[in-house]
Every structure is written in structure tokens, then in C-alpha cells.
């Protein structure tokens, strides 16, 4: 059974930093990324990382995120640098096995406080 667990959400003020992991198991994970989905939005993906660590990145967020992926076990994390209020939304990890088959995880909250 393929589980996504998160973790690192959280209150913090414009400026500041937060970072979200996500750990996975149960599959092989090909490619692994975060969305973000604030309130009365689309869920955007907003960075992705690859077996080979090719990253990728919304416009919204280059130059202020960071994707990294673990070299042992499936985890993933995001490190949020400069933050601002319009980055406040749930934050969902994805993972794509090799079939490129989705898994989400929970979701966990980002508040961004100006």
C-alpha cells in the first residue's frame, strides 16, 4: 500500500522560512513534487524533482524554493525561503511511481502572516 506522509507546516511571518517534507512508501517513485492550493484556487505545481534530480519551478516561487530529494529513503522536501503572504495555501506532496501513476499526500498547512 503506497503511503505519502507530510510534515513541516506551519504559522510564519513574510520573510521567513519553512520547510516541508514528505516521505513515501510502498512504490517505486519516479518523479516527486509539490502543489499548493489556496483557498477558492486551483491546485497549482508549484516545483518537481526527478530520479536524476532534474528540479523544476513555478515562475511564483524560483529563486525562493528549493526541491531536494533523499539518496536512501523516498522523501522529499521543500525548503520555502523568503516567504509572503500570497504563498499561504494547503501543500500536498505527489508522487509519480514508474508508471507515472499519482499518490498524494495529506496535505499540510502553510500560513504566510504579513
Known amino acids: 500500500q503506497v503511503q505519502l506522509v507530510e510534515s513541516g507546516g506551519g504559522l510564519v511571518q513574510a520573510g521567513g522560512s519553512l520547510r516541508l517534507s514528505c516521505v513515501g512508501s510502498?512504490?517505486?517513485?519516479?518523479?516527486m513534487g509539490w502543489y499548493r492550493q489556496a483557498p477558492g484556487k486551483q491546485r497549482e505545481l508549484i516545483a518537481t524533482v526527478t530520479e536524476g534530480g532534474i528540479t523544476n519551478y513555478a515562475e511564483s516561487v524560483k529563486g525562493r524554493f528549493t526541491i531536494s530529494r533523499g539518496n536512501v529513503k523516498d522523501t522529499v522536501w521543500l525548503q520555502m525561503n523568503s516567504l509572503k503572504p500570497e504563498d499561504t495555501a494547503v501543500y500536498y506532496c505527489?508522487?509519480?511511481?514508474?508508471?507515472?501513476?499519482?499518490?498524494w499526500g495529506q496535505g499540510t498547512q502553510v500560513t504566510v502572516s504579513s
Open positions: 505527489n508522487f509519480r511511481n514508474q508508471f507515472m501513476k499519482p499518490y
Open positions: 510502498g512504490s517505486i517513485f519516479r518523479i
